[in-house]
Structure formats: C-alpha cells, structure tokens
C-alpha cells in the first residue's frame, strides 16, 4: 500500500517531465547553456582584461563591439545555412566554433589576437540559435512548442547568469585565462550529444499537402514553396512589434545598473546584483510565457507581454527605490523573457519547415544587432543629457509601443 502511494508522485512527475519534453528538452536546455556560458563571459571579466593587457576604455570597447555585431550579422547566414544542411550539423560546428575561441581567448597572448578571435567567436555564433530553435520546432508536436523552447531559453539564462559568478570564482583563483578555458568545457561537450541525438536527421523538407486518393496514380505536383516576404507578410505586425520592443526597451536593460547608482545611489555591487534579480525572474518569465501560449495561444500570450512592458520601465523612473521598485524589476525582467518565450513558437508555427532557420536568423539578428547599434547611440546621449532624462525618453517610448501593441492586438 506505501509502495502505490509512493509511486503516485513519481509518476506526475514523469509525466510533468514528459509534458515539458523529456531529455530531448533538457539537452536542448544543456547546449543552450554551454553555448551562453562562452558568449557571456566577456563583460564580466572585461575589467581583468583590461588590468592585464593594459588596454585603454576605447580598446576595452572594441573588443565588446568585435563580438556583439560581428554575432548580430552572422545570425542571418547561420539562419539560411540552417536551412539548406543538417541542422544537427549547423549546431555542432557553431558549438565547436564558440567553445574552441573561448579556448583561444584564454591562449591569446595580446590585444589583437584577441580581438580577431572574437571576431570568430561571434561569426560562430550566427549557427547555434537559427538552427537549434527550428530543429527542436520539427522534432516537438505544435501544442506544446512554446514549453519547449521556454526551456531552451531558461538554458541560456542559467548560462549567462552562472558565467559571470564562475567565470569571477575561477578567475579568483586561477585567473581569467583559465575561467574562459574551463567554461568552454560545457559547450564542447555537447557536441557530441546533438550529434548522437540527432546523428539520423534529415535536411528540413518542405510540407507536402495531400490531396485526394486519386493522386496517387499519379506523380504528385511539387508543392508550392513560399519565400521570406510571403511568411512574414501574415506575421508583419507581431513580427516588427516585438523586434521595436526588443530594439527599445532590450536597450534599457543594459543601463539599469547605471540608472539605478546615478539615480538612486545605489552601490555598484548592489546594482550589479539587481541585473541577477532581473535575469533571475526571467527564468520564470520563460516558463510562464511557454506554458501560457501553449494553454491560452500564441498571440494572447505574446500582446500581454508587449503591452506590460513599457508602462513597466516607465514606472521604474517614476517610483523610489524601495520594496516597490524591486518588485518593478522583476515583472520587467519576467514580461521582458515572456515576450521572447510567446514570439518563438508563434513564428514556429507559422513557417514551413524548410525556412524555420533562416526565419528565425532574421528576427534574432535584428534583435542582437539592432541593439547593439543603438546602446552606444544611447550612451552618448546620457553623456550630453544624463542618463535619468535618456532613461526615461526610452522608457516613454517603449510605452508608446505597449499602447500600439493595444490597438493592433485586434488586427494581428
């Protein structure tokens, strides 16, 4: 009698675990992790760097820009190479590109060796999300999409959250050559468990339709196949909605830290640790975005996400630091990676199998370049303007955007 009851808590959560994608999910989540623990790493140990190789704040910069633009750009070949090979493949080489740089980052005796492996690391980069995002869309049933790439997301918050605490911890006691050489362990290692998960995987093929029984007496008529613009022409709204939100208010997040000593006098430490907070809650932002779009449809889940965040950032200028704006950060943090949790699946499902990758290249590519692009923009304005009166015009205008998202909810 104690060995059924037992047993009933172990098999909910068998099944809990099968309705969140088994192993093949966790896998999936494992990758994301490694791959983001590399990529990750650099502004958290940017100011070891700098002491060690005696760079100036201009060079120290560079070496951001180096990774995030040349990463930004590649996301569209990687998305379009997704499509025409093994994505198994895509992944691999893109995970074994990113780990064995942060190997080389760690070896590179100077400044400009360095820069030149970033440069790499970021082109390598363009082939993990594309590819990864679309061959897990293939391989899991639609009605439970969004849960499953809500893990994958949380694989990647788990990883650039852990890289700056171990990346600190080993560069502590080993320096951070060796934080970058030791992190690059996870993403290697994966390689070789998408290549034996997936080893069989065929190249994305289009969608037959079926027709009638009498088709088969002949040779069926090869299936239409859509371009780009005729996928994203029904998803236009939704589709340059979150990229304007991403672009916006994905720009404001790399400033709270900032914001928040200027403004509040808060000590870096403690502002550096409310980044954590933020990120944190965006874990539970992903699993909640998956879930609900998943139970309640893409599109609800993804216009509540849009319409929270901007009066969101734009109560974080107007409230104290108290209990308040804490509470503030983390539903900012948690709607910011509901938004991306709701839109994955949603543009998924709405795109033949065969254009997934490359789908999916242009609205991450748009997102990560974009931002890159405009955080300096943004920068040089709080430097003539100060950062409260910048902080809040992008924080008025996300809201703009939120009350946009508003009125088309209807006619997306």
């Known amino acids: ?22 192993g093949t999910a966790l896998l999936f989540s494992y990758t994301h992790m490694g791959h983001d623990l590399c990529t990750g790493l650099l502004t958290a140990l940017l100011p070891l760097i700098k002491e060690a190789l005696g760079l100036t704040y201009l060079q120290s910069g560079l070496l951001l820009s180096a990774y995030t633009i040349t990463s930004g750009l590649s996301q569209f070949p990687g998305g379009w190479l997704g499509d025409r ?211 309640w449809g893409r599109k609800n889940a993804i216009f509540v996400a849009l319409v929270v965040v901007g009066p969101l950032l734009l109560l974080m200028t107007r409230i104290p630091f108290n209990a308040g704006l804490i509470t503030v950060l983390v539903l900012f943090g948690m709607f910011m990676y509901m938004r991306q949790a709701t839109i994955q699946p949603f543009l998924m499902d709405r795109t033949p199998s065969y254009l997934r990758a490359t789908i999916f290249g242009i609205y991450f590519g748009l997102g990560i370049e974009g931002q890159s692009m405009i955080q300096p923009v943004a920068g040089h304005f709080m430097d003539i303007y100060g950062i409260g009166t910048v902080f809040t015009f992008i924080a008025l205008a996300s809201t703009g955007l939120s009350l946009l998202a508003l009125l088309l909810a209807k006619k997306a």
């Open 1 to 22: 009698m104690n060995q059924d009851r037992d047993t009933v808590p172990q098999k909910r959560t068998q099944s809990l675990f099968r309705q969140w994608g088994g």
């Open 85 to 295: 090979l093994r994505r198994n493949v895509v992944i691999a080489v893109g995970l074994a590109g990113v780990g064995l740089a942060a190997v080389a980052v760690g070896l590179s005796p100077t400044y400009y060796p360095m820069l030149v492996i970033l440069v790499i690391m970021g082109i390598f980069a363009g082939a993990y999300h594309p590819s990864a995002v679309s061959l897990m869309s293939g391989h899991f049933e639609e009605s439970k999409r969004g849960r499953f790439i809500a893990l994958h997301m949380v694989g990647g918050s788990i990883g650039f959250t852990l890289g700056p605490v171990l990346g600190g911890l080993i560069a502590e006691f080993l320096g951070w050559r060796y934080a970058y050489i030791i992190l690059s362990l996870p993403a290697l290692s994966a390689i070789a468990f998408i290549w034996k998960r997936f080893q069989l995987s065929e190249r994305p093929q289009p969608i037959v339709s079926h027709g009638d029984t009498s088709a088969a007496k002949q040779p069926p008529a090869p299936p239409r196949r859509l371009n780009i613009f005729q996928v994203l022409r029904p998803v236009a709204i939704i589709f340059l909605l979150t990229v304007a939100m991403q672009l916006v208010a994905g720009s404001a997040m790399a400033f709270i830290p900032l914001y928040l000593v200027d403004k509040h006098g808060m000590a870096a430490a403690y502002a550096a640790m409310m980044m954590g907070v933020i990120r944190g809650a965006g874990i539970g932002g992903s699993l909640l975005g998956g879930w609900l779009s998943d139970r």
